[in-house]
């Protein structure tokens, strides 16, 4: 199924979302990009671009020719994963447009390759803090601080529409990636209650298909982690286990070959558990605190 979803992709083409909103699709399908990076392009005649995506020449291109007549004013950012920022830099060179968005982070993870890398390139000429905003002739994009997918990610805010250009904190596909060191699980949570106080009408998501029902998903990615919670403690509850043993049990039903990866999660939610003082850890050994 997901193969077919991908073979049918649009990629390279310029859709059309709503008045103020396209899109174009990037050719780089994964197991953590899904069909691939969907780089938004708001407004008419003076124009934003919300996360370019990978710097690879076809989508790079493909970029460039959908903006011909138009006035890039500013590339905006959600995040420096390389699936998400990198195109920053040729576009940049191309148009002359300042890059904005969030701060720059690159970190080493020398755990399972659960996510793209973090991008090197990527060199903001404005980092947009909570409720800042940019702004074009007919748009609004107003940064909305969501840590916990990274520490640095923003989503972005669209008021003339009431849409929410969510990057990977919230995607109709899949659940966010929260790995440490940078991933922080208590932080996503926090994100999620805070985007259920936002009176958004639809989320754009930068993979995958629009969100229609966003706070209906929202409320459920958060009873999601609540049960993976649940699921450690009751485990835990059994005696002391090493991560992979919570893993074997938690995610029976899903490949092994994720299993590294859904460790991540495992440990994510490990240290939000230790630090809210119910659960200890010896060695490589988890268990509920005494």
Known sequence: MVDEIIANAPYGKVERLSPLVRRVLARNPSAFTYTGTGTYIVGNGTVAVIDPGPNEPAHVEALIDALKGETVSHIVVTHTHRDHSPAAVPLKSATGAPVVGCAPLALDDKGPKVEEGFDRTYAPDQVLA???????????????????????????ALAEEKVLFSGDHVMGWSTSVVTPPDGSMAAYMDS????????????????GAAVTEPKRLVRGLITHRKQREGQILKLLGQGAKPIPALVAVMYANVAPVLHPAAGRSVLAHLIDLHARGLVAVEGEQWSLAA
């Open 130 to 156: 909570d409720g800042e905003s940019v702004s074009g002739p007919d748009w609004t994009l107003t940064a909305v601080h969501t840590p916990g997918h990274t520490s640095n990610h923003l989503c972005f």
């Open 192 to 207: 999620l209650r805070k985007l259920l106080d936002r009176d958004d009408a639809l989320y754009y998501p930068t993979h």
